[in-house]
């Protein structure tokens, strides 16, 4: 996830580092990366990422966010492997709450249902101000320029003329903020849903297609049908589907049976991009 220049990573895989080059991002901007579980296919390429990040001379610190059991993780690989970093890794274990508190945004967890410790996670954006009339502004003697922003800003500024003029009266309602919410292994629970809860973009666990619902629950998993209920119980504005079992050679069954649900359904793809 991208915000204001700022990057967090969610779940590190094996094969992290290339497909970060591959979509162009800056290693600098990283800010965190949250961990949801301690599975194999979400943290196995979180030792040579860090290790990269070592080598390029990074001096600032880095967040490392999971669940209980992700500091002691990190203990032994540097116990064991003799890993050591040249800037400071902060390890912040969470089991629900508040992760990062930014200037416009906070990153938020919760606690799914995929049978051993896992954490879905929330960016979301802080209350933004309503649009900016220009028309009202030209009407009430506001010259173009510098105190626009002001305005914008929440700040009264004075006219030419002398009158004075409050955000207020060239501003719309407040609109929401922007939100991603993330739960890429869990059954269907009251839990993720809540995450979601009126979320731009929901990304979710669909394992596997209705036929193998018994078989997605033994394993902690969701169906594409289960993700565009959860979806549609939370609000949620879009659905991106991800976690989809490689016995699925063609996702679009999968997609077919989420979209009878929710409308509004895409099926994740490696380097795909959404901007909000």
Same mark, same amino acid.
């Given at each position: 996830?991208?915000?204001?220049?700022?990057?967090?990573?969610?779940?590190?895989?094996?094969?992290?580092?290339?497909?970060?080059?591959?979509?162009?991002?800056?290693?600098? &901007?990283?800010?965190?990366?949250?961990?949801?579980?301690?599975?194999?296919?979400?943290?196995?390429?979180? %030792?040579?990422?860090?290790?990269?990040?070592?080598?390029?001379?990074?001096?600032?610190?880095?967040?490392?966010?999971?669940?209980?059991?992700?500091?002691?993780?990190?203990?032994?690989i540097c116990r064991y492997q003799g890993v050591g970093l040249g800037y400071p890794l902060?390890?912040?274990?969470?089991?629900?709450?508040?992760?990062?508190?930014?200037?416009?945004?906070?990153?938020?967890?919760?606690?799914?249902?995929?049978?051993?410790?896992?954490?879905?996670?929330?960016?979301?954006?802080?209350?933004?101000?309503?649009?900016?009339?220009?028309?009202?502004?030209?009407?009430?003697?506001?010259?173009?320029?510098?105190?626009?922003?002001?305005?914008?800003?929440?700040?009264?500024?004075?006219?030419?003329?002398?009158?004075?003029?409050?955000?207020?009266?060239?501003?719309?309602?407040?609109?929401?903020?922007?939100?991603?919410?993330?739960?890429?292994?869990?059954?269907?629970?009251?839990?993720?849903?809540?995450?979601?809860?009126?979320?731009?973009?929901?990304?979710c666990d669909a394992t596997f297609g209705a036929e193998l619902e018994r078989e997605a &629950?033994?394993?902690?998993?969701?169906?594409?049908?289960?993700?565009? &209920?959860?979806?549609?119980?939370?609000?949620?504005?879009?659905?991106?589907?991800?976690?989809?079992?490689?016995?699925?050679?063609?996702?679009?069954?999968?997609?077919?049976?989420?979209?009878?649900?929710?409308?509004?359904?895409? %099926?994740?793809?490696?380097?795909?991009?959404?901007?909000?």
């Open positions: 996830m991208q915000y204001e220049g700022d990057v967090y990573l969610l779940d590190c895989g094996e094969g992290t580092q290339l497909q970060w080059r591959r979509a162009g991002l800056r290693f600098g &901007r990283l800010r965190a990366v949250c961990i949801s579980h301690l599975h194999g296919d979400h943290l196995n390429g979180l %030792v040579g990422l860090l290790q990269t990040l070592s080598l390029s001379d990074r001096s600032e610190p880095l967040l490392l966010c999971g669940p209980p059991g992700i500091r002691d993780y990190w203990r032994a902060d390890i912040r274990e969470s089991e629900g709450g508040e992760l990062v508190r930014g200037a416009a945004h906070r990153i938020t967890c919760a606690p799914l249902d995929h049978g051993i410790r896992t954490l879905g996670f929330a960016l979301r954006e802080d209350e933004r101000p309503g649009r900016f009339d220009t028309e009202a502004a030209e009407r009430l003697g506001v010259t173009p320029g510098p105190d626009y922003g002001r305005l914008q800003r929440g700040d009264t500024v004075t006219t030419e003329a002398g009158a004075v003029v409050k955000p207020e009266q060239v501003l719309g309602l407040p609109r929401p903020g922007r939100s991603i919410v993330y739960a890429a292994d869990t059954r269907p629970c009251a839990a993720a849903v809540e995450l979601a809860r009126d979320s731009s973009l929901f990304i &629950r033994a394993r902690g998993h969701c169906t594409a049908a289960q993700a565009a &209920r959860m979806a549609e119980e939370a609000g949620a504005e879009r659905l991106l589907l991800t976690h989809i079992s490689a016995r699925y050679r063609d996702a679009r069954p999968l997609l077919a049976e989420a979209a009878d649900v929710f409308t509004n359904t895409e %099926v994740a793809s490696d380097l795909m991009e959404i901007i909000l």
